[in-house]
Antibody, heavy 121, light 107 residues
């Protein structure tokens, strides 16, 4: 059974840094794309970016390029989403999700439970 | 970015009703459209990929059709467990974009 287990809720202040995680199990971690999706409170879904852990090929939505960093560690089967300087507007639920597609844009077949981030002074 | 619009934004239907949601892309996306269901407080789940293909384990009352710019998602017989928000998503062009969602409630 595929599982994506995400790190817990975070409360941070503007300007702080943060790295959240998503550990995969039940599938070949290095040969599946794993991406991140943002959902602000009461809003829809936004595709942020994706990484292929096997070769670290990473693609970003231009709207998020430079705002976040996506990485992965194949030894621990964990993907990461990182901010260097948080803003209040980063408050959201962040989902990691897995794709077996041949292209990075393909459907997300499995999803993590989400990590809630609250950024407030 | 390709814009995806959905209608209606919300609907209320009775158990057993046929429910139809439409999704329109701002430009042609071939059949590169997926449909997701998000139940309240939960992560989204993939229901339909490539416009009309049922994801593994998804009940057959869910279906999708369309190509180009116009897509349809159907629940043939609405069940109580189907309440939630449904999103279409295109992946013909980077970045993949989602529609705003259609909230489905039971009357």
């Amino acid at each position: 059974e595929v599982q994506l287990v995400q790190s817990g809720a975070e409360v941070k202040k503007p300007g702080e840094s943060l790295k959240i995680s998503c550990q995969g199990s039940g599938y070949s971690f290095h040969s599946s794309w794993i991406g991140w999706v943002r959902q602000r409170p009461g809003e829809g879904l936004e595709w942020m970016g994706i990484i292929y852990p096997g070769d670290s090929d990473t693609r970003y939505n231009p709207s998020f390029q430079g705002q976040v960093t996506i990485s992965a560690d194949v030894s621990t089967k964990t993907a990461y989403l990182e901010w260097s300087s948080l803003k209040a507007s980063d408050s959201a639920i962040y989902y990691c999700a897995r794709s077996d597609g041949l292209v990075p844009e393909a459907a997300f077949e499995d999803w993590g439970h989400g990590s809630l981030l609250t950024v407030s002074s | 970015d390709i814009q995806m619009t959905q209608s209606p934004s919300s609907l209320s239907a009775s158990v057993g009703d046929r429910v139809t949601i439409t999704c329109q892309a701002s430009q042609g996306v071939s059949d590169y459209v997926n449909w997701y269901q998000q139940k309240p407080g939960k992560a989204p789940k993939l229901l339909i990929y490539d416009a009309s293909n049922l994801h593994t384990g998804v009940p057959s009352r869910f279906s999708g059709s369309g190509s180009g710019t116009d897509f349809i998602f159907t629940i043939s017989s609405l069940q109580p467990e189907d309440i939630g928000t449904y999103y279409c998503q295109q992946y013909d062009d980077m970045p993949p974009t989602f529609g705003p969602g259609t909230k489905v409630e039971i009357k």
